[in-house]
Nanobody
Framework: QVQLVESGGGLVQAGGSLRLSCATS????MGWFRQATGKKREFVAA????????WYEDSVKGRFTISRDNAKNTVYLQMNSLKPEDTAVYYC???????????????WGQGTQVTVSS
């Protein structure tokens, strides 16, 4: 059983930055998703198990960076130039069972709230 624990969420003003962390007990491909109130969960970014390949949703390209430190068993999501529309609960996920942008992952964290004020 793979356990995922997110941290790093919070309240930030538009234009600010936050870094989310996801501690994992497995060395697997990982993804970040988010779900805003009243909306469907959506893909944000993903990274291969070795970290050589990354994928991003179009609206976060150039602003968000996914990375991992396998020595620390941690995956990060650096979020810069945050916008109010980035407000959501952010989830990390592990071991995609299909395309990395789908939500068919085997393991999910509990989520961390990110709120961007205007």
């Amino acid at each position: 059983q793979v356990q995922l624990v997110e941290s790093g969420g919070g309240l930030v003003q538009a234009g600010g930055s936050l870094r989310l962390s996801c501690a994992t007990s497995g060395r697997l491909a990982m993804g970040w998703f988010r779900q805003a109130t009243g909306k469907k969960r959506e893909f944000v970014a993903a990274i291969s198990w070795a970290g050589y390949n990354t994928w991003y949703e179009d609206s976060v390209k150039g602003r968000f960076t996914i990375s991992r430190d396998n020595a620390k068993n941690t995956v990060y999501l650096q979020m810069n130039s945050l916008k109010p529309e980035d407000t959501a609960v952010y989830y990390c996920a592990a071991n995609p069972a299909g395309p990395v942008a789908s939500d068919r992952y085997d393991y999910w964290g509990q989520g961390t709230q990110v709120t961007v004020s205007s």
